[in-house]
Nanobody
Framework: QVRLMESGGGLVQAGGSLRLSCAASGRTFSNYAMGWFRHAPGQEREFVAALSFTGRNIYYADSVKGRFTISRDNAKSTVYLQMNSLKPEDTAVYYC?????????????????WGQGTQVTVSS
């Protein structure tokens, strides 16, 4: 069992920045690939970014590429999502997820564990 807890969401103006954190507990964090997803009202849950268990392999959705940065600190069992140049369309609940895998996973059904989510609201 892996428990995930997101933090760092909030209200920010367009063009601003936020840094989300996801603290993991329960199992060896470095054995898990990690991902960030988001879910806006009336839309499907969307892949945002993911990285491998070492952090060497990283992938971003086109909609956030160049603006968001995913990273992990295995010593702290934490994964981060630095979000810059935020846009109103980035407004959503953001979730981190973990999968027992060496490789990046893209579909949400591949992930084994999910956090409770943190709200990000970007005003125009």
């Amino acid at each position: 069992q892996v428990r995930l807890m997101e933090s760092g969401g909030g209200l920010v103006q367009a063009g601003g920045s936020l840094r989300l954190s996801c603290a993991a507990s329960g199992r060896t964090f470095s054995n898990y690939a990690m991902g960030w997803f988001r879910h806006a009202p009336g839309q499907e849950r969307e892949f945002v970014a993911a990285l491998s268990f070492t952090g060497r392999n990283i992938y971003y959705a086109d909609s956030v590429k160049g603006r968001f940065t995913i990273s992990r600190d295995n010593a702290k069992s934490t994964v981060y999502l630095q979000m810059n140049s935020l846009k109103p369309e980035d407004t959503a609940v953001y979730y981190c997820a973990a999968v027992f895998s060496s490789f990046i996973q893209f579909p949400d059904w591949a992930y084994d564990y999910w956090g409770q989510g943190t709200q990000v609201t970007v005003s125009s």
